[in-house]
């Protein structure tokens, strides 16, 4: 087993080791955090206590499980995502930082296009690990957030967070948009992040994520563009006269997803947001107003 015995040993060893093998240097000080129970500013101001055997023992074999590829998330069975801790597993995908951009931006817009009075109707189409509609419920309490997944595995893990946080949404089982043009739904807010990384780009993906996590959350055909067109054809028959539609997309893929949106929708104030990073990432259209 490694040589070391103190916290702050530790972290250098899996940094190090980490470093060596092409994985995050950070995942030390997250797998640390969580097998000690600590938050990040009392593990650093606990740096020179000693480690027990078995925290030991279950931080080396994990450091060792993210170098063979396995993600942290899945290690430690969850993710933060807007302030929040969403339980996660190979069924769903892992929540990433650019996504609560995405929420936030479907939050201002609601805000500023909406009165407080008004019941807002939402549906998230690709639920996942319902880090999109859980958190849109839990932000905002006017919302009537609903959501759809076709995987029945992918709903049960949202579900559970959805109770454990204290989120009331509706889970629906179904193809994109079908079950709600099948009932007759009428909603406010479209939103989703869908996959949409290309067929030829998933071989070139990391081992931890295209090995791990569910292919059907992140292949969207050739181009990576043909959820984006069914969306086109369904959001129409179930978009009240007044609505968001909100996206997330693949780095070059704004301008693309932004021409359909204006195609279908010809009146729509229609916008490319970029993250934090600078990447065109979020497409919203405002339809209506």
């Known amino acids: 087993m490694a040589e070391f015995q103190k916290i702050y040993e530790a972290l250098k060893w899996a940094s190090s080791f980490l470093r060596e093998n092409g994985r995050d240097e950070n995942i030390g000080e997250l797998l640390l955090c969580h097998y000690l ?3 990040r500013s009392k593990l650093l101001a606990e740096l020179r206590e000693e480690l027990d055997v078995d925290v030991k023992e279950k931080f080396v074999i994990a450091v060792g499980e993210t170098v063979a590829g396995i993600p942290v998330q899945h290690i430690m069975g969850y993710e933060e995502f807007y302030g929040r801790r969403f339980l996660v597993n190979e069924e769903v995908l892992i ?3 650019e996504t609560e951009e995405l929420v936030q931006g479907v939050l201002s817009r609601i805000d500023g296009l909406y009165t407080a009075t008004e ?9 996942g ?5 859980v958190s849109l419920a839990l932000e905002n309490r006017q919302l009537d957030v609903m959501t759809v997944d076709i995987a029945k595995a992918s709903i049960d893990v949202a579900q559970e967070n959805a109770e454990r946080l204290g989120a009331k949404v509706r889970f629906i089982e179904g193809d994109l948009l079908k079950p709600l043009i099948e009932e007759g739904v009428k909603v406010d807010v479209v939103v989703s992040n869908p996959p949409y990384i290309p067929e030829e780009d998933i071989s070139t993906l990391s081992t931890v994520v295209k090995d791990h996590e569910p292919l059907r959350a992140l292949v969207g055909g050739q181009d990576g563009l043909d ?5 086109m054809e ?15 997309v693949g780095i070059g893929q704004g301008e693309i997803v932004a021409e359909m ?3 279908a929708f ?3 104030k229609v916008e490319v947001v970029n993250d934090i990073n600078g990447k065109d990432r979020m497409v919203f259209a405002e339809i209506g107003f």
Request: charged share 25%; aromatic share 8%; proline share 9%.
């Open 37 to 39: 129970g600590m938050s």
């Open 95 to 97: 929540p990433r930082p």
């Open 119 to 127: 019941s807002i109707k939402v549906v998230d189409v690709g639920t």
């Open 129 to 133: 690990s319902g880090a999109i509609s």
């Open 227 to 231: 959820f984006y067109r069914r969306f």
């Open 234 to 248: 369904e959001i129409p028959l179930v978009l009240k006269e007044r609505g968001i539609v909100a996206f997330e």
């Open 261 to 263: 949106l204006r195609v």
């Open 266 to 268: 010809p009146d729509a």
